[in-house]
């Protein structure tokens, strides 16, 4: 992976600037994300699991479990090219169902030029005994987001 340029701001107002972003997003507002940790190229992503996210069977809706993906890998692309960044595309895989009190993506930029990086995410669900159980895995690219043309 290429190395990010060096953080001009501490770790702290690192983390800060991320959960602002966070907090201007409705959809995950909505939902209740909290942006735990954030270093350029890498993230961590957390989501309470509420009865309101679960599915028919009571585990996390794929929906959710992909939200946390595809945030988790913008996140880690958009701070490793220091860009804004959207998705362009990216693949999931569910390995078991989402039980537990939470989830948490941990994602991380694995190749970086200047107007894309691919990235790659694990989603696990923390289970009540505090063990975490891998729910999901994904890769995808995050894409410099052009200049808007309306």
Do not use: W
């Amino acid at each position: 992976m290429a190395e990010p340029a060096p953080v001009t701001v501490s770790a702290d107002e690192f983390l800060a600037m991320g959960r602002k972003v966070l907090a201007d997003q409705p959809f995950s507002v909505l939902l209740g994300a909290e942006l735990s940790a954030l270093a350029p190229g890498r993230v961590t992503l957390e989501l309470p699991l509420r009865d309101a996210l679960k599915q028919q069977h009571g585990f996390a809706h794929g929906g959710v479990v992909s939200y946390l993906a595809d945030n988790a890998l913008t996140y880690a692309g958009g701070t490793a090219m220091r860009v804004p960044v959207v998705t362009s595309e990216f693949k999931i895989n569910y390995t078991r169902p989402a039980v537990g009190t939470r989830l948490i993506a941990r994602a991380e930029a694995i190749a970086v030029g200047s107007s894309q990086a691919v990235c790659r995410c694990d989603v696990v669900a923390l289970t009540a005994d505090g063990s975490e159980k891998l729910v999901a895995t994904a890769q995808g690219t995050v894409a410099k987001l052009g200049e808007s043309k309306a």
